[in-house]
């Protein structure tokens, strides 16, 4: 077995214990140490991570597979799972157990990252389960708060449905097709193998299954109360980082499918049009600031679709994919590090006039919206500019289009809460966490801006990225 | 590029006396004599050596400037009269913003020789909207008082109504032949040519006050007298009858244009005239008689002969110019305008004894330079037809009967009786600029020498017209018909003017009600009569007269104040009804699409956040509704 | 078709095996107490399982009987420890949504079958004399060892999530302590909505009303389903 | 005994269980509801193992994937209903509707 | 040399956002330092920029490699067109800067704000990279929201909100025809150099028709024209008088900037196709610009709605130049000079009357028109400011507005007579208002509460008189101008 295939992940679970077992041996005031171990073993996969840059193929039997996209994938959780990281001690500085929770956050990025690299549909169930499992942990994780494990169980309870609609379409479509390697399934598709009802069916459950990992319509829902009421660190972490391996996962799915075949494309399409319409229109009138983030987050799922709805027909799909998913991971992040940096400070109201008492934190907020929203030169707008080419050039100008209104009701929000920020009156004093907190609120700001200086090293490595069955 | 100097040295001079701040009547008027003075020699200077000037913008657009003989005449009267009228000014005009007041005159005269010296259409129309924007200062000048501003809005904004034809002219003359010259117009056909045509003669007949423009004349009046004075002889509304005589060389192919111009200047001079003689307003008198005058001018240049159209302007210039200014200053002294209420001849003799010359020109005196111009202005329309010359015959006489009623009534002698009004007489230096007006009108009237008229005739390029010694009979039998009634009026009817339709004043009832007693009881008229016959026809021939020409300028009058004034009014009104409602529902309109789909946005939005019921059984309907719905897009697509 | 095929006593059985499944099923959702429920679904796992033995997938048939038998014993601890009237002693309403639910569950049955018997089979049928332990146990370590271990680290994150979410003492005392985020101010109470205490027992007074408004519509159509639910249990305390 | 059968009787289990998901306030029942729905996709597993796929060995992992999804969710679940009603003292969805909109 | 004045500018912003201890006068000072640094480099460029006929259109070129898996790269350069807006936006800047301001509160970010919308607008009209472009484009939206929003008046968050959001809707339908449009050639690029020559859309009438809309609307939205110009007014009406002053002086013109670069000279064919459309939105934009001014009660949006009407004017011109009719080059390239001076005096003058404007916000905090009266007795220094800037507006010759208006009308006459035309209505409608406005204001009575009102400043009037100046300047002895914008409209008509 070619274990080296998968260093990285086991570095990831090797950290993991490790940080399990000091948590469990380490005095009270260490257990932040955990928070180290975790971050070694992050920068350990990283550096194997990128040993195995330039490889596409399959391993483990077809399970696993090697290529850009998963490559880069993984290389954003990891970096995303890294700044989580960041926000979580200053975080949980009164929660006595906090060492178990980097455990955890450990494993639910690993279950991203097999989500990335799954090359097989049971892999790909297993590793949905192992994303899930671990994240209705990290949502409910402060006991004592009754919106977290309201979070965590509302998200267990959509998860659980989701889980059992997703393993019951692989049924379906491993009976039906007989195999459940991509590679096989591409072929017998190609074939024309197996198309049926049933097989419909089973596409239709397993697309839905993975649109939870998404946040996109119509397992969506999950999404506000999550990033409302889990722990800011785990709403981070779970508002992007699942996403990206789950974009992955699904991008894989689709390309599985010939255009001709079912029009699958089109239904991603929908999905777009439905979730990016639905997250912004829901946010619109949102006075919850981390609500809001999450409604934006389910907007920005939609977006995220539209990439995948143009796999295959446009070469730069990908590329865009990727790009997005990065962009948007850094907006999101940024955006919740100001919020944790605030100790959670969620009601809009609280945020009037914020440039004042706090101006490198509103700031940053600021330039994340604009991220989010995709005015340049953030990081956000190549995301966002990749993604419309990409889709112009698939021959979905339509959804251009939707986007781009969609992009302007989004613009509502996103300056409403800049206008508290910068033109309302403040009132009171604004506490602030810590310095590792602040620490990150000025990464996550840079990281925007400066983002924008290695794009083009980013679009070519993107753009030389391959994403398996091809 | 030395004739730029023409316009310029005015125009700079001007602003920088406007902005000067106020200043010593003397030194004022030193400033004036050096500023015009240069401006004169150096229209003399510029004529003499036949200046040229271009100002190349870009390749296409050059600004150039030439003298044709029409030109070079009309630009040395434009600065010897506006440095009489602007000195006198100097002198009289009341203190306060008196430098603003010069120097905006000076500016305006700069303006004016822009337009005179102009050779192609874009530097004519510079100078014409630049004279018109000085209109307005000028006009608004008291501006504390806001109808004077009102005013100032009034006309100008008439005569930019006129200048939307130079723009036409314009855009159609560069259309058609890729540059502005006046060159151009010549070689024009078609509809282009008829836009050109009829563009300018519409632009020149709203500065020039003809009908239908007409009453922005009147409410010029508003600025002070010194302005009217430049304004009607010399500068802008003059600059109408130039430029059509200006361009009657190239302009008399366009079809229709002299016809036109004829039945303009017609109908203006009759309308002016009538209207006039109603005037009891000094002023608006001397108004109404420069649109009549400014009707002679248009029917010669559309007889074909625009060089005794400069001529009647320029001996125009000469006369109306002192008779503003007399006006003025009998106004000053009478506290009034109200022609009634002057008869200032014991208290002004001076004045009324300058005023007297030049009154002769406005009558059309044999012998008076004004009656020379006049009498070449019959001769050249008895060559387009006998009854045109008898019409402007007709108007010749009308230009009688008002200048002897305002001669007479203004510098009249009163009653003994009357009371004796504490007026001091102006000074001698207040009297320079009227008195030089006045020795320029007797100058010329050496233009009744045919040596004199002829070498006039020669310096303009053009010869005089022929005309029958019958016409010039009877013209004078017109003439002196006028006097006539125009004595017969002053006499016994001194108050008719009143009933100007401008004009309102407690006496005003009288004439009214004789005009109903003549007009609709004419049997009673009779029976009154069959006692006195003699002076019962005399009389009834006069009032018969007298009331015809009252109806028919209360008609002309109407259609001036009621139609056309109200047409403008109405533009106005209507203009603003369409900004507000514009602005009130077309706004709401434009601006309800964006707003209104932003509202519903918010409330889909709303609706759709209800959607998120924080109940997961309802999510749980979501998840399984979406699988039906993404199974059936599946489906459908297969 | 081997040991399964052929005879009509497999035919029969299934047959029965499957009535028992499809009953006991839907007695799950229809009996008053939640032990009667756990039995009646553990019946259907056992029945389920049975037909995968006649299927000759012993080990899964097996497999199956066992965890759910234990699974379902857990269940029932859970219902005596926690819930509201665990032996059905009272009648109780527990259901919402109810025709949406019935629709859906019927719309499911009736749109999988349908899609069945539209559906042509491929007929690969279990070859005679295959070893099907042997092939799972290679197939585990072999192709699929991947698939395998990530179930394995599931499994151990499950443990430690599970534990870390309620475990009442732990080493620094009672787990609930300081699990809560920092508050607004050092401090003070955290951001965010407040809770009402004490909300949603659902044994509590048979809030019969709280069956969803029938949903004629499609679910994720606009209208409005929070409506249906005029007296949520938070918005009465 | 045919596939078509099996399936049918699967699906029988599965719309049981989804009527149970959907329809059922108590978290347990809820669960129970989809454990009944697993059920089913559990028989298919086994259904399809048989029939379709020549007892290829993928199709037993399957089934015990089934059941690994069955035990983990169960297992995360109870976890977070113990949570639930330590903190919230609700066992019902009704009990949870805090955050909504 | 260019990129220069971009950043200059932009470090001057950094430097005041950065810097703590700036008080306000050395912020300001910082402040029209750095503009009028930027605005001298921009100097030397015009000096060494050769007009002749030869001369190549873009000139003072910089190219650097950012993104060539896109065709992105910084480049820089500019043609007549390009090197007369920046050098305009180079004036505004200095005064806007210079003219006091109006709502003290913090100072230092004020002037960052402004330093910074000045680098994004000359690097707007600088760039030769349709990415960039289309980033500066967004950025300026920025840059004027927290202007607006932050020291605007009372209520003035719901106008720059309206104003982001409506204008970024604009700049989105801008970014979706720029995909379009650099879709269409391979390998793709945005160098704007490259699209002019290769012409990507000629000849596909549906795709070109789609593309050329997507970018009309962006643009007139920006410009804004009518009907979609509602979010000039309220966001007038509530920004400070300096940042009205930019808004219209500046930002308004990328709107037609962008006009005459993209469509009109990337997609010639299509433009053309669709310029009688694109004129009759013109002519409806002058006069409903003008009527609807003609009806406002409020100083400040009289003078937006006036914004309107010329913008007409210049798309009108700009249509007119782009219609391909055989034969009327001379006129075409007349109007689209005009077009482009109408830009550049335009800027000039309303810049002025936004100044002036604000000042009288300073002074009296309402725009009402009725609230004021004979302020001639009081301002006289005003007076005669807003006297010439109002004249300018309403296209007085001897001023700026007449050059512009003139040749726009000229050139378009040959193309749309009728449009030009009735158009002309709109310089009568225009005087009426001006007037109207200055009698109300100035002229009459002094209302007892303006007694006290303080006529212009030093500083206020060294501001305006510059601005005046310029705008005589032009207006008088335009050829130093023309020579500049004529080499670039020759070159795009001719070539």
Redesign the interface.
């Known amino acids: 077995?070619p274990i080296g295939d998968?260093a990285p992940e086991i570095a990831i679970?090797v950290a993991a214990v490790f940080a399990?077992l000091f948590a469990?041996l380490a005095p009270?005031r260490l257990q932040a140490g955990s928070a180290i171990i975790a971050l070694a073993g992050i920068a350990v996969a990283l550096a194997l991570l990128l040993l195995q840059l330039g490889e596409t193929r399959f391993t483990?039997?077809?399970?696993?597979a090697l290529d850009g996209a998963s490559l880069w994938a993984r290389v954003m959780i990891l970096l995303a799972t890294g700044f989580c990281i960041m926000l979580s001690p200053?975080?949980f500085?009164?929660?006595?157990?906090h060492g178990?929770y980097y455990?955890?956050l450990m494993?639910?990025a690993?279950?991203a990252m097999?989500m990335a690299g799954a090359g097989?549909l049971?892999?790909l169930?297993?590793?949905v389960?192992?994303s899930s499992?671990?994240g209705?942990?990290l949502a409910?994780?402060?006991?004592?708060?009754?919106?977290?494990?309201?979070?965590?169980?509302?998200y267990?309870?959509?998860?659980?449905?989701?889980?059992?609609?997703l393993?019951?379409g692989?049924?379906?479509i491993?009976?039906?097709l007989?195999?459940?390697g991509y590679q096989d399934i591409a072929i017998a598709l190609k074939l024309g193998k197996?198309?049926?009802?049933?097989?419909?069916?089973g596409?239709?459950?397993t697309?839905?299954g993975v649109?939870?990992k998404l946040g996109a319509?119509?397992?969506h829902?999950?999404l506000?109360?999550v990033a409302?009421?889990a722990?800011?660190p785990s709403a981070a972490f779970l508002t992007v980082v699942p996403k990206i391996g789950a974009a992955i996962a699904l991008a894989r799915v689709v390309q599985l499918v010939p255009p001709e075949f079912?029009?699958?494309r089109?239904?991603i399409a929908?999905?777009a049009v439905t979730t990016m319409t639905?997250g912004?229109?829901?946010?619109?009138?949102?006075d919850?600031l981390?609500?809001l983030i999450g409604w934006s987050s389910v907007a920005q799922a939609g977006y995220l679709l539209m990439a995948i709805t143009v796999l295959g027909l446009s070469p730069n799909a990908l590329t865009a994919l990727l790009a997005f998913v990065a962009s948007y991971a850094i907006g999101n992040l940024a955006a919740f590090s100001v919020v944790a940096h605030l100790?959670?400070?969620?009601?809009l109201g609280?945020y009037d006039g914020l440039a004042v008492r706090q101006p490198v934190a509103a700031a940053a907020l600021v330039i994340a919206f604009?991220s989010l929203?995709g005015?340049?030169?953030t990081v956000g707008?190549f995301g966002k500019?990749?993604l419309?080419?990409t889709t112009?050039?698939g021959g979905f100008?339509w959804l251009?289009?939707v986007a781009?209104?969609n992009?302007?009701?989004s613009?509502?929000f996103y300056?409403?809460v800049?206008?508290r920020v910068?033109?309302g009156t403040p009132t009171g004093?604004v506490?602030v966490?810590g310095r590792l907190s602040g620490l990150a609120v000025w990464v996550a700001a840079i990281a925007l801006l400066l983002s924008v200086i290695p794009?083009?090293t980013a679009?070519?490595v993107f753009?030389m990225s391959r994403l398996l069955p091809l | 590029m030395m004739l730029w100097l023409l316009p310029l040295v005015p125009i700079l001079a001007g602003a920088i006396i406007a902005t000067l701040g106020d200043r010593s009547r003397l030194s004022l008027g030193i400033m004036t004599v050096a500023t015009l003075g240069t401006t004169l020699l150096l229209a003399l200077l510029g004529v003499s050596q036949d200046w040229t000037a271009t100002l190349v913008w870009t390749d296409v657009i050059r600004l150039s400037a030439a003298f044709v003989p029409v030109s070079a005449a009309v630009a040395i009267m434009v600065p010897t009269v506006a440095l009489a009228v602007v000195f006198h000014a100097t002198q009289n005009e009341s203190k306060s913003g008196l430098a603003r007041l010069i120097g905006l005159m000076i500016l305006f005269t700069g303006g004016m020789e822009l337009v005179v010296v102009a050779n192609d259409l874009l530097t004519l129309l510079i100078g014409w909207e630049l004279i018109g924007a000085c209109s307005w200062a000028l006009i608004s000048h008291k501006w504390r008082k806001l109808d004077n501003p009102q005013s100032g809005l009034y006309a100008f904004v008439v005569t930019r109504t006129g200048d939307l034809g130079l723009f036409a002219a314009l855009m159609a003359l560069f259309t058609a032949t890729g540059s502005f010259d006046y060159a151009g117009i010549q070689s024009l056909g078609g509809p282009l040519q008829w836009i050109v045509g009829f563009g300018i003669l519409f632009s020149a007949a709203s500065k020039a006050g003809q009908v239908p423009f007409s009453p922005w004349l009147f409410r010029a009046m508003a600025g002070p007298t010194s302005v009217s004075a430049l304004l009607h002889a010399a500068t802008l509304v003059a600059a109408g009858a130039y430029l059509v005589a200006r361009l009657h060389p190239q302009l008399a192919e366009v079809p229709g244009f002299e016809a036109t111009a004829i039945a303009i200047g017609l109908t203006t001079a009759l309308a002016g005239g009538i209207t006039g003689i109603l005037q009891n307003h000094a002023k608006r008198l001397l108004a109404a008689s420069t649109s009549a005058q400014l009707g002679f001018m248009f029917v010669a240049i559309g007889a074909g002969y625009p060089s005794i159209a400069v001529l009647h302007m320029i001996v125009h210039a000469t006369f109306k110019a002192p008779l503003f200014l007399s006006a003025g200053i009998a106004g000053d002294a009478a506290g009034t305008y109200r022609l009634d209420r002057l008869r200032l001849g014991r208290e002004l003799p001076v004045v009324a004894a300058l005023t007297i010359i030049a009154i002769a020109g406005l009558a059309g005196l044999v012998g008076s330079g004004g009656g020379w111009s006049k009498e070449e202005i019959i001769k050249a329309s008895e060559h387009t037809g006998f009854w045109l010359a008898l019409t402007v015959m007709a108007g010749g006489a009308l230009s009688a009967i008002y200048a002897t009623r305002f001669q007479l009534l203004a510098y009249g002698r009163r009653d003994k009786d009357a009371d004796s009004r504490a007026t001091s007489a102006p000074g001698w230096v207040a009297l320079i600029g009227i008195a030089a007006l006045t020795m320029m009108t007797l100058t010329l009237s050496l233009l009744w020498f045919s040596p004199v008229a002829e070498t006039a005739a020669a310096a303009l390029d053009t010869t005089l017209p022929k005309g029958s010694t019958l016409v010039f009979g009877l013209s004078l039998l017109f003439v002196f018909t006028g006097i006539a009634i125009g004595v017969y009026l002053v006499r016994y009817h001194p108050a008719l003017g009143a009933t100007g339709p401008a004009a309102i004043a407690s006496d005003w009832l009288g004439l009214p009600k004789l005009i109903d007693i003549v007009l609709v009881r004419p049997a009673d008229a009779i029976a009154v009569a069959a006692a006195r016959m003699d002076d019962r026809v005399v009389d009834r021939g006069i009032r018969g007269t007298a009331a015809c020409g009252d109806w028919l300028a209360r008609t002309a009058a109407k259609a001036d104040d009621r139609v056309v004034d109200r047409g403008v009014r109405g533009t106005a009104v209507f203009g603003d009804w369409l900004a507000r409602v514009g602005n009130r529902f077309g706004e709401a309109i434009t601006d309800g699409i964006p707003e209104a789909s932003a509202r519903l946005t918010d409330m889909i939005g709303q609706d759709l956040r209800r959607l998120q019921t924080g109940l997961s059984h309802h999510y749980y309907a979501y998840i399984i509704g979406g699988v039906f719905a993404i199974f059936a897009i599946l489906v459908v697509g297969a | 078709m081997g040991r399964i095929g052929g005879t009509g006593m497999t035919d029969l059985i299934f047959y029965a095996l499957s009535a028992l499944a499809i009953w006991s099923g839907w007695r799950v959702f229809r009996v008053d107490s939640m032990i009667r429920a756990t039995f009646a679904l553990m019946v259907s796992f056992i029945s389920v399982g049975g037909i995968a033995v006649l299927m000759s997938a012993d080990y899964i048939g097996v497999a199956t009987v066992f965890m759910m038998a234990v699974e379902m014993m857990v269940m029932g601890l859970f219902m005596v420890m926690f819930m509201m009237n665990p032996a059905g002693l009272n009648p109780m309403q527990m259901v919402h949504q109810y025709k949406f639910s019935i629709g859906a569950g019927i719309m499911g049955f009736v749109g999988l079958t349908t899609a069945v018997l539209l559906t042509n089979f491929p007929d690969n049928p279990l070859p005679e004399n295959r070893d099907t332990l042997r092939d799972l146990g290679i197939e585990l370590l072999g192709g699929s060892m991947l698939i395998f271990e990530t179930a394995g680290v599931t499994l151990l994150a499950t443990m430690v999530g599970a534990v870390a979410l309620s475990s009442r003492r732990g080493r620094f005392g009672d787990s609930d302590v300081g699990a809560a985020p920092p508050g607004l101010h050092p401090g003070g109470e955290p951001a965010g909505r407040k809770v009402e205490k004490g909300g949603g027992h659902g044994g509590h007074g048979g809030h019969g009303g709280h069956q969803m408004m029938a949903e004629k519509t499609k679910p994720n159509s606009n209208d409005d389903p929070h409506e249906g639910h005029g007296n949520m249990p938070e918005m009465e305390a | 005994m045919t596939l078509t059968a099996i399936l049918i009787v699967a699906a029988a289990l599965f719309g049981i269980g989804l009527f149970g998901a959907l329809s059922q306030k108590s978290f347990v029942m809820l669960m129970m509801g989809l454990e009944m729905m697993l059920n089913g996709t559990l028989l298919a597993a086994v259904g399809f193992w048989a029939f379709t796929l020549e007892g290829a060995p993928k199709g037993q992992l399957l089934a015990v994937l089934v059941m690994a999804v069955m035990a983990v969710e169960l297992a995360i679940g109870f976890a977070l209903v113990v949570a639930v009603y330590r903190k919230r003292q609700a066992d019902v969805i009704e009990g949870i509707g805090t955050m909504k909109q | 040399m260019l990129t220069l004045a971009i950043l200059i500018p932009f470090i001057g912003a950094m430097t005041l956002a950065f810097m703590p201890k700036i008080e306000r006068e050395t912020a300001r000072i910082i402040a029209v330092g750095t503009s009028s640094l930027s605005f001298l480099l921009l100097l030397v460029v015009w000096a060494q920029f050769d007009t002749g006929a030869g001369a190549p259109a873009f000139q003072a070129l910089t190219e650097i490699e950012w993104i060539p898996s896109l065709g992105v790269a910084w480049r820089v350069g500019v043609d007549g067109m390009s090197l007369a807006l920046s050098l305009m936006s180079g004036v505004l800047f200095i005064a806007c800067t210079a003219w006091p301001m109006e709502n003290p509160e913090r100072p230092r970010a004020y002037y960052a704000w402004f330093l910074f919308l000045e680098a994004v607008s000359l690097g707007l009209f600088l760039v030769l990279d349709l990415l960039i472009f289309y980033v500066f484009f967004d950025l300026s939206l920025v840059g004027m929201f927290f202007l607006i929003g932050r020291w605007g008046h009372e209520g003035s968050q719901r106008a720059a909100f309206k104003f982001f959001i409506y204008t970024l809707a604009g700049s989105l339908a801008i970014l979706l025809a720029i995909i379009g449009l650099v879709l269409s050639v391979d390998p793709i690029t945005f160098d704007m150099r490259a699209l002019i020559e290769a012409q990507p859309l000629a000849g596909m009438d549906l795709r070109g028709g789609l593309i050329l809309l997507g970018f009309v609307v962006g643009f007139a939205i920006k410009a804004p024209l009518f009907p979609v110009h509602t979010w000039l007014p309220p966001a007038h009406v509530m920004a400070p008088g300096p940042a009205s002053a930019i808004l219209a002086g500046v930002l308004l013109k990328m709107g037609t900037y962008g006009l005459v670069r993209i469509p009109f000279q990337m997609m010639r064919e299509t433009f053309a196709d669709y310029a009688l459309p694109l004129a009759i939105i013109a002519l409806a934009s002058i006069i409903w610009g003008a009527v609807v001014a003609l009806g406002q009660t409020d100083m400040k949006r009289r003078i937006a709605y006036t914004s309107i009407n010329h913008m007409g004017y210049t798309v009108m011109g700009i249509a007119a130049a782009g219609a391909l009719l055989n034969g009327s080059e001379g006129a075409r390239e007349m109007a689209l000079t005009g077009a482009v001076v109408e830009m550049v005096a335009h800027g000039l003058i309303t810049g002025a009357l936004f100044l002036i404007a604000g000042g009288f916000w300073t002074r009296s905090k309402t725009y009402e028109l009725d609230a004021f009266g004979g302020l001639a007795n009081v301002a006289p220094r005003m007076t005669v400011a807003a006297v010439i800037a109002a004249f300018a507006s309403l296209g007085l010759p001897g001023l700026a507005g007449f050059v512009a208006e003139v040749q726009i009308f000229v050139g378009t006459f040959a193309v749309f007579p009728w449009i030009a035309a009735i158009g002309l209505l709109g310089i009568l409608i225009t005087a009426a208002l001006f007037l109207r406005l200055l009698q109300q204001v100035f002229f009459g009575d002094l209302p007892k509460a303006r007694e006290g009102f303080p006529d212009v400043g030093l500083r206020e009037g060294t501001v305006l008189a510059a601005l005046l100046s310029l705008v005589i300047l032009i207006g008088v002895y335009p050829r130093w101008l023309l020579d500049l914008i004529g080499s670039a409209s020759s070159a795009m008509i001719g070539g």
Not at chain 1, 60 to 64: A, C, K, L, P, R
Not at chain 1, 144 to 154: I, R
Not at chain 1, 156 to 165: K, S, T
Request: hydrophobic letters at 60%.
């Open positions: 077995m998968l679970i399990l469990a009270r483990f039997s077809g399970t696993w200053d975080w500085r009164t929660d006595p157990r178990e455990a955890i494993l639910a690993l279950g097999t097989d049971l892999q169930v297993i590793a389960l192992l499992v671990t209705y942990t409910a994780w402060h006991r004592d708060w009754a919106l977290s494990v309201e979070a965590g169980m509302k267990f309870l959509m998860g659980a449905l989701a889980n059992a609609l393993i019951t692989i049924v379906l491993l009976g039906l007989g195999t459940s197996g198309l049926s009802p049933l097989l419909f069916v596409f239709a459950m697309i839905t649109a939870f319509v119509p397992a829902a999950w506000p109360d409302e009421g722990p800011v079912m029009n699958l089109e239904l929908v999905l639905l912004n229109l829901a946010a619109l009138r949102q919850d981390r609500r100790r959670g400070r969620t009601a609280d604009l929203v005015i340049p030169p707008f500019l990749t419309f080419i112009i050039e100008l251009a289009v781009a209104a992009t302007v009701v613009l509502y300056a409403h800049m206008g910068y033109f004093d506490a966490l794009v083009e679009l070519s753009d």
